[in-house]
């Protein structure tokens, strides 16, 4: 099995600069995309951003030129580095990852989430 574990978030004004964290940990054979995305109150949940291995990225059209993505492969671990931040940033913020996995069978496939961290913006 393969968790994915996240750090950071907490409260924050606006206008000010937050940093998240997420760790893989387990049966890894390969990570593939990693991804944040966030869920306000009473919304579905949305992308925030991904990267692939190789590095290429993808922000939400909200968070572009304030948020950055990035990864390192040999942590397995995903970063999230929020600028500029808004009160209608303000959500549960939740780490993906696509994995391969050691079974004892071969390597599996499979999507992860990470529980969660509460990042909430004052006015």
């Known amino acids: 099995q393969v968790q994915l574990v996240e750090s950071g978030g907490g409260l924050v004004q606006a206008g000010g600069s937050q940093g998240l964290s997420c760790a893989a940990s387990?049966?890894?054979?390969?990570?593939?995309?990693m991804g944040w995305y966030r869920q306000p109150p009473g919304q579905q949940r949305e992308l925030v951003a991904k990267i692939t291995s190789g590095g290429t990225t993808n922000y939400a059209d909200s968070v572009k030129g304030r948020f950055t993505i990035s990864r390192d492969n040999a942590k397995n671990t995903v970063y999230l580095h929020m600028n500029s931040l808004r009160p209608e940033d303000s959500a549960v913020y939740y780490c993906?990852?696509?994995?391969?996995?050691?079974?004892?069978w071969g390597i599996g496939s499979r999507n992860y989430w990470g529980q969660g961290t509460q990042v909430t913006v004052s006015s």
């Open positions: 993906n990852a696509d994995v391969n996995y050691y079974a004892t």
């Open positions: 387990g049966s890894i054979f390969k990570i593939n995309t």
